[in-house]
């Protein structure tokens, strides 16, 4: 593989929103141990995800590719 060339990031989310025209919004959790008292903590975060020619509803789980910023907020693919 070219060194040039980077793998691209795949995240899994839920969708939270689809009201946007041709935006949905992907809210992505993640766990992890605190490093002192070990507790497993739940953060989350949203992310405006450009959606193509696919469709997905409310409560989805869908997978998506990190891409060149296409606006502002706007820097990830829907893959499926």
């Known amino acids: 593989m070219d060194k040039n060339i980077k793998a691209k990031k795949k995240?899994?989310?839920?969708?939270?929103?689809?009201?946007?025209?041709?935006?949905?919004?992907?809210?992505?959790t993640r766990s992890f141990a605190h490093s002192k008292y070990k507790k497993i903590l739940r953060k989350s975060k949203k992310y405006l995800v450009s959606k193509s020619d696919l469709n997905p509803k409310v409560g989805d789980v869908v997978?998506?590719?990190?891409?060149?910023?296409?606006?502002?907020?706007?820097a990830h693919k829907l893959v499926n």
């Open 11 to 28: 995240i899994v989310g839920i969708v939270v929103s689809d009201k946007m025209e041709g935006t949905v919004s992907v809210k992505v």
């Open 63 to 74: 997978n998506m590719v990190s891409i060149r910023p296409l606006s502002k907020r706007v």
